[in-house]
């Protein structure tokens, strides 16, 4: 292999690793949690009546923008797009530089893009998770607030200054939102299209009617805490009965493609028939598309939602 391509390899992936790591500095320690939030609130539109995204890249780049957002990390969409080039400059060039080879150094870029989509998918969802068990324990919260006198608007800015994070979070938003006098309908719709849950789905449904019809508040919220508290111990129930089968899932997912790569790299010119072959080309589309489809099958079985 040249020296200069050498270069230019190792020069592109250094000045991406800084620059990404200079945006995830300036992201987490140049900004107060105040200016934090602010960020986080101009990200993402005020409801979800705004004109969707337009072709794939846009798609994409909504896609990816609300994954940031709902990950609850402070980070911006440009240092987290840095992290995938980065990653795939610094693993397509290791692949390069070991086996002098186009395709291999192309499924090390390929790896490497994806492997900080994993980190954010387990933050969303730990957060997603967090809210959900603070969920009941907020309605609650409310409730004791309107009983005690106080007006929904404020029982909203009591329970995210009172309230466990990450939920008061959102409550404050929310709470700015109403100060600043957008009605409750249009914060309430703000709400679900940032936290995509069927309990933020009832409870925004369940204040926009009390607005506009009246009634028990504090009641309605007792009740609603208990049944999503039931909802909550019926999905732990479905989890603990379908553990096994997610794990013999995850197993047989990573089993194809960690052998494959393991020949890939250890075993080059007896795997290197599958990419280089017409034959072997056929027969690993099919075996990709299968356990595409045979993924998303299992997944769908064990959904409980």
Same mark, same amino acid.
């Given at each position: 292999m040249e020296l200069p391509i050498v270069v230019l390899l190792c020069f592109?992936? #250094?000045?991406? #690793?800084?620059?990404? !790591?200079?945006?995830?500095?300036?992201?987490? !320690?140049?900004?107060?949690? =105040?200016?934090?939030?602010?960020?986080?609130? =101009?990200?993402? *539109?005020?409801?979800?009546?705004?004109?969707?995204?337009?072709?794939?890249?846009?798609?994409?780049?909504?896609?990816?923008?609300?994954?940031v957002v709902e990950s609850g990390l402070d980070w911006s969409v440009m240092a987290v797009a840095l992290l995938f080039v980065a990653g795939g400059l610094l693993v397509g060039g290791a692949m390069w530089l070991w086996t002098q080879n186009v395709p291999a150094a192309a499924a090390g870029a390929l790896i490497g893009m994806a492997l900080p989509l994993p980190i954010l998918v387990v933050y969303r969802r730990r957060r997603i998770n967090e809210i959900r068990e603070q969920f009941p324990n907020m309605l609650d919260l409310l409730s004791r607030a309107v009983r005690a006198g106080e007006s929904l608007?404020?029982?909203?800015?009591?329970?995210? +200054?009172?309230?466990?994070? *990450?939920?008061?979070?959102?409550?404050? =938003?929310?709470?700015?939102?109403?100060? &600043?006098?957008?009605? &409750?309908?249009?914060? &309430?719709?703000?709400?679900?299209?940032?936290?995509r849950l069927m309990e933020v789905r009832i409870f925004a449904t369940t204040l926009a009617v009390h607005r506009q019809t009246g009634g028990n508040l504090a009641l309605t919220l007792e009740r609603m805490a208990g049944v999503l508290r039931d909802r909550?111990?019926?999905?732990? +129930?479905?989890?603990?009965?379908?553990?096994?089968?997610?794990?013999?899932? !995850?197993?047989?997912? &990573?089993?194809?493609?960690?052998?494959?790569?393991?020949?890939?790299?250890?075993?080059?010119?007896?795997?290197? =028939?599958?990419?280089?072959?017409p034959l072997g080309q056929s027969l690993l589309a099919v075996a990709v598309a299968l356990e595409i489809v045979g993924l998303i099958w299992v997944v769908r079985l064990l959904d409980t939602d």
């Amino acid at each position: 292999m040249e020296l200069p391509i050498v270069v230019l390899l190792c020069f592109a992936a #250094i000045t991406s #690793i800084c620059l990404a !790591v200079g945006l995830l500095v300036r992201d987490l !320690v140049g900004a107060d949690s =105040r200016s934090g939030q602010a960020t986080l609130l =101009r990200r993402l *539109p005020l409801a979800r009546d705004e004109q969707p995204a337009v072709g794939v890249t846009g798609r994409l780049d909504a896609a990816l923008e609300r994954l940031v957002v709902e990950s609850g990390l402070d980070w911006s969409v440009m240092a987290v797009a840095l992290l995938f080039v980065a990653g795939g400059l610094l693993v397509g060039g290791a692949m390069w530089l070991w086996t002098q080879n186009v395709p291999a150094a192309a499924a090390g870029a390929l790896i490497g893009m994806a492997l900080p989509l994993p980190i954010l998918v387990v933050y969303r969802r730990r957060r997603i998770n967090e809210i959900r068990e603070q969920f009941p324990n907020m309605l609650d919260l409310l409730s004791r607030a309107v009983r005690a006198g106080e007006s929904l608007d404020q029982a909203v800015a009591l329970a995210g +200054q009172k309230g466990p994070e *990450p939920l008061a979070r959102e409550l404050r =938003r929310c709470a700015r939102q109403l100060e &600043m006098g957008l009605s &409750m309908n249009a914060v &309430m719709r703000a709400l679900t299209f940032r936290l995509r849950l069927m309990e933020v789905r009832i409870f925004a449904t369940t204040l926009a009617v009390h607005r506009q019809t009246g009634g028990n508040l504090a009641l309605t919220l007792e009740r609603m805490a208990g049944v999503l508290r039931d909802r909550i111990a019926y999905h732990r +129930q479905i989890r603990a009965a379908t553990a096994a089968g997610r794990f013999s899932a !995850v197993m047989i997912g &990573m089993a194809g493609p960690l052998l494959f790569a393991y020949m890939f790299i250890f075993q080059y010119e007896y795997a290197s =028939r599958l990419v280089t072959m017409p034959l072997g080309q056929s027969l690993l589309a099919v075996a990709v598309a299968l356990e595409i489809v045979g993924l998303i099958w299992v997944v769908r079985l064990l959904d409980t939602d």
